[in-house]
């Protein structure tokens, strides 16, 4: 999405919680999108951008990177908006109903559903990096237990962008439908 806006002529910051406070003032921008994600698959896709690399050179197994997963921050999504982007727009984005078509408009600000894109997001494009395979393969493979998915998917954040969605994310995501 970055790259489209780059390449139509559009001036792109990526605001971060580390930058933030270092980008112009937010809501002097023409436009503000923000990317939501199922926090699961978010989760997995951030770890292995942070770690995919080592893993490849580590040749580790499935079951290793699962637990690895797991020990790192599994929050970070979960409380963004309240966390980062309210603070930085003064928009709380959960007063405003979440429309089944995956996108909201609220004046200038545009929060859009990453699986609701025509274009697939980067972070679903993986196979593209070098570590594609091993991710590809874990998130093929990975499941969990009830405890996690229901912290993840019982959230404030997935109840409000994916409440039509959570039967079929727990189904997804769950233990008992592993072969």
């Not at 408009?105 to 679903?124: S, Y």
Request: charged share 30%; net charge negative; aromatic share 16%.
């Amino acid at each position: 999405m970055l790259q489209g806006l780059k390449a139509e002529g559009h001036e792109v910051d990526r605001g971060y919680e580390e930058n933030i406070s270092s980008l112009p003032p937010i809501l002097s921008y023409d436009a503000i999108y923000t990317l939501v994600r199922e926090p699961i698959s978010r989760n997995i896709s951030w770890f292995f951008e942070m770690n995919g690399n080592r893993l490849l050179k580590e040749s580790t197994t499935l079951e290793h990177i699962k637990e690895e997963f797991l020990a790192s921050d599994q929050y970070y999504s979960l409380d963004w908006f309240g966390r980062v982007f309210f603070t930085a727009t003064g928009v709380d984005v959960y007063k405003y109903d979440f429309p089944p078509n995956g996108i909201l408009f609220l004046g200038k600000i545009c929060v859009l559903r990453t699986d609701q894109m025509k274009h697939e997001h980067r972070a679903d494009t993986k196979e593209t990096r070098p570590y594609g395979n091993i991710y590809k393969e874990f998130t093929e493979w990975v499941k969990f237990d009830d405890e996690y998915i229901d912290e993840m998917l019982s959230s404030k954040y997935a109840m409000h962008f994916f409440s039509e969605d959570i039967g079929e994310l727990w189904e997804r995501w769950s233990d008992e439908n592993k072969i």
